[in-house]
């Protein structure tokens, strides 16, 4: 499934139907998981939050967690999740893109919160997830002195995982889908979840989790193939060694 913000005008920024309609897809996506692409219009993934709506929020709205409820229901959705990071990702955009699981940019990504020269903060994940995903200083240096980095610096230390030219980001996507739509369904499910479980989980969860999947018709079906395979490649070995 591909996600596509679209408010090209306002460089896809992000407002409350924005948020709405990302519930009705994580909802789609619950019911029937795949793996999700993400990705902008016009060259830019999201350059925030709606800074006119962020205007008028008060403190109720805040504890509402309008916008930390949706990107964690997305980090939570059963199947990994793609971010397709062209041009700006800023504020909230950016901590959209900390919520998938993967994330592809190209030579214009631009990523960071600059929330503190706003009078706020990143309250919608980056204030934790970020320093999961890049550790402690450089999260530090994102969120406190509000560095925005481009995308050799975000390749460089792993919040991006790869760097394509525009016209490629698509296909690169795709492919990234493609290659994790490939393996055992429920397998992926299943390891997403145990990678996402707090420390003191394992390795438990690990244990449950395998022990379901070594009941599976297709552990049986997949590893009868391999097998296969295998004893096929060693069969022609053989033969070819008697000519």
Excluded at 84 to 89: E, H, P, Q
Excluded at 97 to 118: C, H, M, Q, V, W
Excluded at 193 to 204: G, K, M, Q, T, V
């Amino acid at each position: 499934m591909i996600i596509r913000l679209n408010r090209p005008e306002v460089r896809n920024a992000i407002d409350l139907p924005m948020v709405e309609a990302l519930h009705e897809v994580c909802a789609e996506l619950e019911a029937h998981p795949q793996v999700a692409i993400i990705t902008g219009t016009g060259g830019t993934f999201a350059a925030g939050a709606d800074i006119g709506q962020l205007r008028e929020r008060r403190r109720d709205d805040a504890l509402a967690g309008i916008n930390s409820k949706i990107f964690s229901r997305i980090l939570d959705l059963p199947m990994p999740v793609i971010a397709l990071v062209d041009g700006y990702a800023l504020g909230g955009g950016a901590e959209l893109a900390f919520a998938a699981d993967f994330r592809i940019g190209t030579p214009s990504t631009k990523i960071g919160n600059p929330e503190p020269g706003l009078g706020i903060l990143a309250a919608a994940g980056a204030a934790w997830r970020l320093r999961e995903l890049v550790g402690e200083p450089r999260a530090k240096e994102i969120l406190l002195a509000g560095r925005t980095l481009n995308a050799d610096e975000a390749r460089a230390i792993g919040l991006l995982n790869d760097v394509v030219d525009p016209d490629e980001l698509e296909v690169a996507g795709e492919a990234l889908a493609d290659r994790i739509a490939s393996f055992a369904p429920l397998a992926v499910r299943l390891t997403k979840s145990a990678f996402h479980a707090p420390r003191e989980a394992h390795p438990l969860i690990d244990n449950i989790a395998q022990a379901v999947l070594f009941e599976t018709d297709e552990k049986f079906a997949r590893m009868d193939a391999f097998l296969a395979r295998r004893d096929a490649k060693k069969q022609a070995k053989r033969e070819a060694g008697h000519e």
